[in-house]
């Protein structure tokens, strides 16, 4: 309910009740929200593509030669440092 210092400063020949204004107030404030959540997920969408179109213009990473761990490992092996036994079967 309205105090009397509020209704004071409502104007006297207005055909609206404090009540009317109340609910003109309140559908204000709910589109007011409503836009405020509109504009932060535009500004999502908009970032998101943004992103997304960066990505695809990026350059393409060129193709990788994948080598084999155990060749790799037998170029490095260095027989000096043990005794293999051709006899040995393990």
Do not use: C
Not at 7 to 23: D, F, I, Q
Request: aromatic fraction near 4%; charge should be negative; proline fraction near 10%.
């Amino acid at each position: 309910m309205l105090s009397p210092e509020t209704s004071a400063t409502l104007p006297t020949n207005s055909p609206l009740t404090p009540e009317a204004y109340r609910e003109i107030s309140s559908l204000a404030l709910f589109v007011a929200i409503i836009g405020l959540l509109a504009v932060i997920m535009l500004a999502l969408v908009i970032t998101t593509k943004r992103a997304q179109r960066r990505k695809a213009n990026a350059p393409k990473p060129g193709p990788t030669t994948h080598t084999d761990a155990w060749t790799e490992s037998g170029k490095r092996f260095d027989p000096s440092i043990t005794e293999i036994d051709p006899s040995d079967d393990e």
